[in-house]
Antibody, heavy 118, light 108 residues
């Protein structure tokens, strides 16, 4: 059973950098799957942020592309999200998730709330 | 980018009755559609993929249908634990993977 766990600061200052890590257990990050970040502003719907394959290939939401970086650490079986120049609009619950062969999200982390505020 | 539109935004149904939720794609996505259930304070849970294949451990009262641009999620006899928000997601043409805005299924 694959499990994902997000970690990182819950509060980030405006114009700062949001940094989160997702630890994967019960499965290898070097599988045929893509590893994704999805966010959900309070009271709103789901927004795909981006994804990475273990080889390092990445895809990003075009609305965030200039500010987002996703990286993978195969030795630690984890992947990470960095979002630069954050504003209050980036306040959301951030989920990491596995996309089965890049398709649908079959495993999700519990989510972590990141608030952008001074 | 493929836009996913769900209707209605809110659906009020009594326990034991049938609920039908709709999802429309802005262009054909074949059967490359998934449905998720989300309860307050929880991560989404995969219900259906391939438009009609139930995910592991999903009860048979959940069924998905459709192809091309029109899709439905049907819950045949609503249980109390089924009242939640439901999202559709396309994976036909990505990036980006796109979600619908959600349908809230509430108790009538």
């Amino acid at each position: 059973q694959v499990q994902l766990q997000e970690s990182g600061p819950g509060l980030v200052k405006p114009s700062g950098t949001l940094s989160l890590t997702c630890a994967v257990s019960g499965g290898s990050i070097s599988s045929s799957d893509w590893w994704s970040w999805v966010r959900q502003p309070p009271g709103k719907g789901l927004e795909w942020v981006g994804e990475i394959y273990h080889g390092g290939n990445t895809n990003y939401n075009s609305s965030l592309k200039s500010r987002v970086t996703i990286s993978v650490d195969k030795s630690e079986n984890q992947f990470s999200l960095k979002l630069n120049s954050v504003t209050a609009a980036d306040t959301a619950v951030y989920y990491c998730a596995r996309a089965d062969r890049g398709r649908f999200f079959d495993y999700w982390g519990q989510g972590t709330l990141v608030t952008v505020s001074s | 980018e493929i836009v996913m539109t769900q209707s209605p935004a809110t659906l009020s149904v009594s326990p034991g009755e049938r609920a039908t939720l709709s999802c429309r794609a802005s262009q054909s996505i074949s059967s490359n559609l998934a449905w998720y259930q989300q309860k307050p304070g929880q991560a989404p849970r995969l219900l259906i993929y391939g438009a009609s294949t139930r995910a592991t451990a999903i009860p048979a009262r959940f069924s998905g249908g459709g192809s091309g641009t029109e899709f439905t999620l049907t819950i045949s006899s609503l249980q109390s634990e089924d009242f939640a928000v439901y999202y559709c997601q396309q994976y036909h043409n990505w990036p980006p993977k796109t979600f619908g805005q959600g349908t809230k299924l509430e108790i009538k």
